[in-house]
């Protein structure tokens, strides 16, 4: 089945500067490619997505890189802020059962410091 | 927007009882539902995918006689913790999408089981 890995676990930025979090996956025919930001005890809201055959997709802030020959993708936040502190999450999601099930890696905790 | 909704947010129950958190899609029909797990610092767990109608495909090493799931119309998925365990103690999440066009994926707010 699908693996989804994420790296790293941990990253911790300086308020301003940019924040960068690698996913990779097995699965060639996953096509979509979700991320979360999740706080603390709350539900992983979809900050931005990228399909297959797109390789770049931006909103303000939030940029997502895809390369499919390598199987990897990136989330891109630039001029980052306290408020960008939660834990971020790739998934990645292909027809395997006809159902669109994401897969998701295993959080990068980021904390923006003032 | 998508909006899921889970009920109860947080429940306490002894050990050996079982306990139902329900999934409801507020504003649109959700064909396809899913169960997540998601213990304190890790990431979602796939448990199962809920189709409306339909049994409940478990993802591997899920016990499916253990956590029962009920997909019972477009709008209303349940997931049942039969005989609980302290180990079960979880927060539970649930999500929907609006259809295999839209991949995007609602998540309810989750729910926090712990088993006493």
């Known amino acids: 089945g699908e693996n989804v890995e994420q790296h790293p676990s941990t990253l911790s930025v300086q308020e301003g500067d940019s924040a960068v979090i690698k996913c990779t996956y097995s699965d060639s025919a996953s096509n979509y490619f979700p991320w979360y930001k999740q706080e603390l005890g709350k539900r992983p809201q979809l900050i931005i997505d990228?399909?297959?055959?797109?390789g770049e997709k931006k909103d303000q802030r939030i940029a997502v890189t895809l390369n499919k020959t390598a199987k990897h993708f990136s989330l891109h936040i630039t001029e980052t802020q306290p408020e960008d502190s939660a834990v971020y999450f790739c998934a990645a999601s292909g027809a395997w059962s006809g159902y669109n099930k994401l897969i998701f890696g295993a959080g990068t905790r980021l904390a923006v410091h003032p | 927007g998508a909006v899921v909704s889970q009920h109860p947010s947080w429940v306490i129950c002894k050990s050996g009882t079982s306990v139902k958190i329900e999934c409801r899609s507020l504003d649109f029909q959700a064909t396809t539902m899913f169960w997540y797990r998601q213990f304190p610092k890790q990431s979602l767990m796939l448990m199962a995918t809920?189709?409306?109608?339909?049994?409940?495909?478990?993802e591997q090493g899920v016990e499916k006689d253990k956590f029962l799931i009920n997909h019972a119309s477009l709008t209303l998925s349940t997931l049942t913790v039969t005989s609980a365990h302290p180990e079960d103690s979880s927060f539970y999440i649930c999500?929907?999408?609006?259809?295999?066009?839209?991949?995007?994926?609602?998540f309810g707010p989750g729910t926090r089981l712990t088993v006493t």
């Open positions: 990228i399909r297959s055959n797109v």
């Open positions: 999500s929907a999408g609006l259809g295999t066009a839209s991949r995007e994926q609602y």
């Open positions: 809920s189709n409306e109608g339909s049994k409940a495909t478990y």
